[in-house]
């Protein structure tokens, strides 16, 4: 949680770089990015050099020995550069126009190539651009996040607090109006995040990643498990997470989630390069996060995943001749394809949370017919959470649901949940709730996770209230309409009018009224 101090200064970083030139929002926030990351590297690197200086323990620092740049031979020590230059508490000292050369030429060159080059991180930074056009722009920005710095240190959980705000410069592409369209609020990913439940060994992966919030969420969730209530904390949106750099002293456990546990896809490389920073932001290492296009002939990645979390793009449409050949789903509808998709995806018994348009409950067609059928006859679909139309406000207006299911399992009965908030408004404003004590209202956001978790199909079988059950035989009954709907039995209030003749006696009697005290006011006038 940001204090409004932090806030601000976010706020005042978003508007040096729209003054300074850079108006497509994506553009700088991948800017923002790779200032934020020239920093942390810096940082992290100090903090190892003095925890290894204080455990007696031997540290190679990335900034130690000379730097090479591009187009300078390795023999030429002549034109190398000494790697302590390249820090940013170095280079944020410099003129400004010499700082712009010093990081255009050296400093981002360097961070390009850190890692193992058969990284993701450099592989798909390799055509990543330094786009800041002015020295007077960097300074001001470099400045601001200094300052930025500042106030995080001053949290007890530093590494949090990074994440945090990193976070929240993410979530204004949504809630300042900047290309909100890629992003799904955060509250809704760790709704599903909570209903899905994963856990450390799990492979973790969203086919439509974006700037990785479901992946992110995960990570925050796992690590719950393993923090010490001492040292976890409420988010935003009420959610009690963990704090990242307190636990997970296991290097087994380590490095799993680095290495083996998260995987993104995306077909928009400058999103790929802000969802890999965003995860290595936060501490992992190695996300793995790459340019692959999940509903193309070039992806069978089957029965792989243990958990798949995503919000595929909708009323997309594909070219056919790019399909994967596999798809039993004769369409070319997005929404349905990343459906199957995810279920080809999972390995038996593996678990998906999906956000999708309420129009696929009750297609009619073939195509929206099959992909019902998929999903209850050979998986156990979970649940139906259908959402109201502003969740995504004020980027789309269609109302979406949110599907739960395990590959593999036997449909019985199907939990139906209708969300009626979400703890915020649902006009184009989108301000958070309050009660009447100043508290958050989360509204249904808590309610859903603790109702799911204690649904029971013999108790609540009463479809006038905002939850039930229905049978599967009766939805494949129904054309396999999963509508909530379709099922949900109105409450109606019969309301007693009185006879007309009394009626024209009340009305008489007021206009005989009206009348006196029309005449009252003429005497007096």
């Known amino acids: 949680m940001l204090t409004p101090i932090l806030k601000s200064k976010v706020a005042t970083l978003w508007d040096k770089f729209w003054s300074g030139g850079i108006s497509n929002p994506l553009n700088a926030i991948e800017q923002i990015t790779y200032l934020l990351f020239m920093k942390q590297l810096d940082e992290t690197d100090k903090r190892k050099i003095s925890n290894a200086d204080f455990l007696g323990e031997e540290f190679k620092s990335i900034f130690s020995g000379k730097y090479f740049p591009p187009g300078v031979d390795e023999k030429d020590e002549k034109n190398a550069v000494e790697k302590e230059t390249l820090r940013w508490s170095f280079f944020k000292n410099m003129p400004s126009d010499d700082m712009l050369l010093h990081i255009q030429s050296r400093v981002f060159p360097f961070i390009k190539q850190l890692d193992d080059a058969n990284s993701f991180f450099t592989k798909h930074m390799a055509n990543a651009a330094f786009l800041i056009p002015s020295g007077r722009m960097l300074t001001e920005a470099v400045k601001t996040i200094d300052e930025i710095y500042k106030e995080l240190e001053k949290e007890n959980r530093f590494i949090d607090a990074q994440g945090d705000f990193y976070e929240y410069l993410l979530d204004s592409l949504r809630s300042s109006g900047k290309n909100g369209q890629f992003r799904t609020p955060t509250h809704i990913i760790e709704l599903i995040t909570e209903l899905v439940e994963p856990k450390l060994g799990h492979k973790i992966a969203d086919p439509a990643s974006g700037t990785a919030g479901f992946l992110l969420a995960a990570y925050k969730y796992i690590i719950t498990e393993f923090t010490s209530d001492n040292y976890k904390h409420e988010d935003d949106n009420g959610f009690v997470r963990g704090t990242l750099a307190d636990k997970l002293v296991d290097e087994q456990a380590k490095k799993m989630l680095n290495e083996e546990t998260f995987y993104g896809f995306d077909i928009d490389p400058t999103m790929i390069r802000i969802g890999l920073m965003n995860l290595m932001m936060h501490g992992i290492t190695q996300p793995k996060i790459d340019y692959k296009d999940t509903l193309s002939k070039n992806y069978n990645e089957d029965n792989f995943y ?27 509808k997005s929404e349905l394809l990343f459906l199957e998709r995810i279920y080809k995806m999972l390995r038996m018994g ?10 696929v409950l ?5 195509a929206f017919i099959t992909v019902r059928k998929l999903l209850l006859d050979k998986c156990e679909l979970k649940a139906v959470i259908a959402m109201p139309s502003g969740v995504f406000k004020p980027y789309a207006g269609v109302a979406s649901a949110i599907l739960l299911f395990t590959k593999g399992g036997e449909t019985k009965d199907v939990w139906f949940y209708e969300m009626q908030g979400d703890g915020w408004s649902l006009d184009d404003k989108r301000n958070p709730k309050v009660l009447p004590n100043g508290n958050r209202d989360f509204e249904d956001l808590h309610v859903i996770i603790d109702k799911y978790k204690k649904r029971n199909a013999k108790k609540e079988t009463d479809r006038k209230q905002q939850h039930f059950f229905i049978p599967k035989q ?9 509508s909530l709907s379709k099922y949900q039995e109105e409450i109606y209030e019969e309301i007693e009018y009185e006879k007309p003749k009394i009626i024209l006696d009340k009305l008489s009697k007021l206009e005989e009224i009206i009348k ?5 006011l003429n005497n007096i006038l």
């Not at 678990?351 to 309420?358: E, K, R, S, Y």
């Not at 009766?474 to 309409?481: G, P, Q, R, S």
């Open 306 to 332: 243990d958990i798949v979390m995503a919000n595929p793009p909708f009323a997309g449409s594909m070219d056919k001749g790019d399909l994967n050949p596999s798809f039993t789903v004769s369409s070319t």
């Open 350 to 359: 593996g678990t998906a949370g999906v956000v999708i348009p309420q129009g």
């Open 362 to 366: 009750f297609g009619s067609s073939n």
């Open 474 to 482: 009766e939805i494949v009954d129904n054309n396999y309409d999963l």
């Open 516 to 520: 006196n005290e029309i005449e009252e």
